[in-house]
């Protein structure tokens, strides 16, 4: 078989065909009714197909090999079966206005994955339903592989702190974030799973969590002490206005109401007095 071969299947390639296929069945044995050479044979045909698959892949590496340009020494320690006139004639070939066309058009096609429509004999987009699904598929997907936020206001979540406990929760008319009422144990399952056989979780995060928990907790305790040295301070610092108003009324009631209306008078005639 040569690489400037068009089609296998093509007319005056009958020969060749058959050669092909007697080396086949020389090589492999086949039980009845495929050990013999007729075209209307599945496993010929399926033969013939591989065939003209394989021609096609060796005139795309040796192709490409062209376009990069190497030469047919290097291209030669790869394929071995390659010819050098035959090499020749289709490094030719392939500077032809026929064979740049062709490219062209399989260039177009290629990206946009067209296919023939056998109703329309039209080139249409092959599964373009399916693929903006795959694509949309594969962002959620990416995005659920990103890893966890870490930040104070995200903190950790329990292992039972589910849609479906929370969902309970609300039917039972608790706190969603309250742990369910099954005493440990995983809804679901019974009285035979264990959180802790249930939800597995690495060391690390464990860790962690643990280590956040520690700091949350030392968090709120430093509030704590802020805010109570604050109500403290506030206690002991009064306003002057509440002082005097304090002291009014104190003096008010340990003095007779004559004396307090003598020195109201004694202040107002400029304390001068007789």
């Known amino acids: 078989m040569s690489i400037n071969t068009v089609k296998i299947r093509g007319e005056g390639n009958e020969h060749l065909v058959e050669l092909c296929l007697q080396k086949l069945h020389r090589r492999y044995k086949f039980p009845a009714p495929y050990n013999n050479l007729e075209r209307s044979n599945p496993v010929n045909k399926l033969a013939i197909t591989k065939m003209s698959n394989a021609l096609s892949s060796w005139k795309s590496r040796v192709k490409a090999k062209i376009d990069k340009g190497e030469s047919f020494e290097s291209i030669k320690k790869g394929e071995p079966m390659l010819d050098e006139a035959e090499f020749q004639i289709f490094k030719e070939r392939l500077d032809s206005d026929d064979a740049k066309a062709w490219t062209e058009w399989g260039e177009v096609l290629c990206p ?26 594969n962002e959620q997907l990416a995005k659920a592989d990103l890893p966890e936020a870490e930040s104070s206001s995200q903190g950790s979540t329990e292992p039972w702190d589910t849609p479906f406990n929370r969902a309970l929760n609300i039917l039972k008319e608790r706190p969603v974030s309250k742990p369910p009422t099954s005493a440990g144990r995983v809804c679901g399952f019974g009285t035979s799973m264990k959180f802790r056989e249930y939800y597995k979780e690495e060391n690390s995060k464990k860790r962690r969590r643990s280590a ?15 805010v109570s040295m604050l109500e403290e301070k506030q206690a002991n610092s009064m306003d002057k206005d509440e002082v005097d108003k304090l002291f009014e009324k104190k003096l008010r009631d340990f003095l007779p109401p004559q004396v307090i209306e003598g020195i109201a008078a004694w202040n107002a005639a400029g304390r001068g007095g007789r």
């Open 112 to 137: 946009a994955r067209y296919t023939l429509d056998r109703k329309t004999m039209e080139f249409v987009t092959e599964h373009d339903d399916v693929r903006k699904f795959e694509e949309k598929l």
């Open 212 to 226: 956040m928990s520690e700091e949350d907790k030392a968090e709120v305790e430093e509030l704590r002490k802020k």
